[in-house]
């Protein structure tokens, strides 16, 4: 057997942008239009980009390899042609042994089914036998937690049941090569570590693991090997560490820019106190710095910070003008520097800052800038969410008389 | 064409079970269950008898039980190529997020549509062979004719069903017209009345491959004759180059599935 799981040799894909004729009722008109105007038409003719653009790497058996990028950097359109779901126009795709894809968790569950029929279902969807999932029936549904439900109808699952039984039956593949794409951001948190712990087996057990993920985190705990996609193309590929950095570094100047007026933002900084880049711990205090710059004059012009975390979820944002500091004004050429003081009380992960141009009264945005940076944040409790509360346990014992439990006060969360 | 059978032989577990969810999925939904695999033949062939009696008024000529029996014995096909048809063509638009999500030979899709009509037939025709001795039919040799046209049937079916689902795919409003063509088709086959009523223009409804099954399944049921051979190898014919054709354009156009839909 060769010693490579997967080979892409100078993958290209043509996408085409902007109409696409998806009735026949479109179609002729079209076809009529292009006959009667042939010049006028070619020089409109639909743009077309290559979302991939002269892929080749190995993977080698056994390793783990993690795909980062920005949005729309062709992560996801990878992935569709390392699991055959997409054809290359150009290049050729080599894969030894069985690959299983998990692109979405879940696909093909239907809401009507109870879960154990989904999981037959999924299951052969997936590329098992039926007598295969009969075997790891039972591990799976053990897995996900659901022994009482399993003869309910999904459709009748929270969200999160329905994610852990998909996981669960995509972990129980046994492949040569497993594909995830960013399913790990499903279920609670200590189904997600256990998902992960899953991963860790699977890639033990000598399994390849190709991981897609805006999860920088988990894709720093967890592979060995990053391969940063921008654009198309491959822009970095080495230990996961280096990769991720140079993706923290690239993420000001990639941002993806919207709107083009007379004022701009030409760099966006968020520093520790302490001198600290990209990396801080919880409860550090940091400054975000935003300098723009007007080509024409400008009137009042605020200021807009947002912080998103991994899973784009907005856990904060604020601006000059709420915080009651008057907008600026600039003439042509002129540029403002404007800081914020922020206390970072936020839980461990990557999380993104967007920066926004914005007129107040005219409800008007000049620039708008996301991701402008990224950074990671770490913590040295065990803790998840988005904000870091810094728990302490104050108290936790056995009472030595019993109470009746109606005494509990009503409404006590159990988490 | 070879490759795509052995792949469909290859994966006939997942075949089986996305017929069995499409089985499982209308029997549970509909309060009616086994009733609704009845329903549809047993309102063709009531449309059927009121043409009947229509024509019977106009004509002169009594209606025998034979009739009727020939109507229910048509009603079944057509109702079973219908609604695999109708099934059939939606069936990679409205699966799209398995066919932009997971691998696999897509032509499962069209054909599980054709396999589950299949199955609301085979709930229906123990009902039939309950009503057709009332109609005065008695088994005949002749009726071991039967599996073969059914095969040709299914074979014209499923390949335009395969054919239509990957157009589609590409051309949404496909749907429109073929729930428009499926409606008024019904005028132009033999199903409510029989071919020979056009006279010497017989041959030219029989040019429908539908209608020598249909008329074969008649003779060979109801009147105990061999059906007409030649009309037979026809529709055969035509059937297989279809399903051929049918496969080898869904083959060329799977690549931009994902893409498309």
Redesign the interface.
Known sequence: MSEYALRMNHVFKR?RRGD??????D?IPSLVKRAVRKDRERALAPHEFWVLNDISFDVRRGETLGIIGHNGAGKSTML?HL?????PTRGTIDVTGRLS?L??VG??F?P??TGR?NV??NG????M??SEVKRKFDEIVDFAGLEEFIDTPVKRYSSGMFARLGFSVAAHLEPDILVIDEVLSVGDFAFQRKGIEKMRAIAKSGATVIFVSHNLQAVAEFCDRGILLERGSIVADGPTDQVIRRYLDTAISHGERTVRGPVRIVATSITGTGGEIGRFSAGNKARIKVLLEASASAEKVAVVIQLFDAAFYDVFNTSSERLTHSPVCLDAGQRAECEFEVDLHLGAGTYYLGVYLYRYDMEREYDHIFPATSFVMTTDRDTHGAANLYPVVTRFEALSETRPATLLAPGRSQG | MIDALRELIRNR??LY??T??EI??RY??SVMGLLWAVLMPIIITSAGVVVRVAASRVSGQPITGADIGGIGVKALPWAFFVSALRFGTTSLTGNS??V?????PRLIFPLSSVLTSLFDMGIAVPVLLIVLPFAGVRPALTMLWVPLLLLILVIFTAGLCIAFSAANL?????KY?VEVVLTFAIFFTPVLYDAAVAGKWSSILMLNPLAPILEGLNSSVILGRQPDLRWITYSACVSVLLFWSGIVFFRRLE??F???V
Do not use: C, N, Y
């Open positions: 996408f696409q004729h998806d009735s026949l009722r179609l569709k699991s055959g779901i997409m054809v894809a692109i979405e696909a093909g239907h009507d089914l029929e037959f279902l052969v969807i997936l590329g036998t039926r | 577990e997942l079970m996305i069995w969810r499982r999925i549970k939904q997020s398995l932009t999500k997971i691998k696999f590409f051309f949404r409003d496909i017209i690549p931009r994902a893409e498309s």
